[in-house]
Nanobody
Framework: QVQVVESGGGLVQAGGSLRLSCTAS????????MGWFRQAPGKEREGVSC????????YYADSVKGRFTISRDNAKNTLYLQMNSLKPEDTAMYYC???????WGMGRNLHNVWGQGTQVTVSS
């Protein structure tokens, strides 16, 4: 059974930084592309960033390009998202998942399993 646990969210002022972590179990972590999604109140969930199995190909949504950095540690079954220069519009619940693909775009949640998410709130 696939499970993911996200952590690292919090309340930060605009311009600040946070580092999110996601630990996955129940799957062969290094066998999958992984991604971060977010959902703001009243909005649909959107893809933020993804990274292929080896870490060689990375995708970022235009809204976070240049500010967020995705990485993974396959030995620890852990996915990271370093978020710098945060803006109020980054406020959302952040989720991670294995994705169907990652390259020119970002795929959907492969297993359709969501964790509890981690809340990021950026104050102006």
């Amino acid at each position: 059974q696939v499970q993911v646990v996200e952590s690292g969210g919090g309340l930060v002022q605009a311009g600040g930084s946070l580092r999110l972590s996601c630990t996955a179990s129940g799957l062969t972590f290094d066998g999958y592309a992984m991604g971060w999604f977010r959902q703001a109140p009243g909005k649909e969930r959107e893809g933020v960033s993804c990274i292929i199995r080896s870490g060689g190909t990375i995708y970022y949504a235009d809204s976070v390009k240049g500010r967020f950095t995705i990485s993974r540690d396959n030995a620890k079954n852990t996915l990271y998202l370093q978020m710098n220069s945060l803006k109020p519009e980054d406020t959302a619940m952040y989720y991670c998942a294995a994705v169907t693909g990652c390259g020119w775009g970002m795929g959907r949640n492969l297993h359709n399993v969501w964790g509890q998410g981690t809340q990021v709130t950026v104050s102006s």
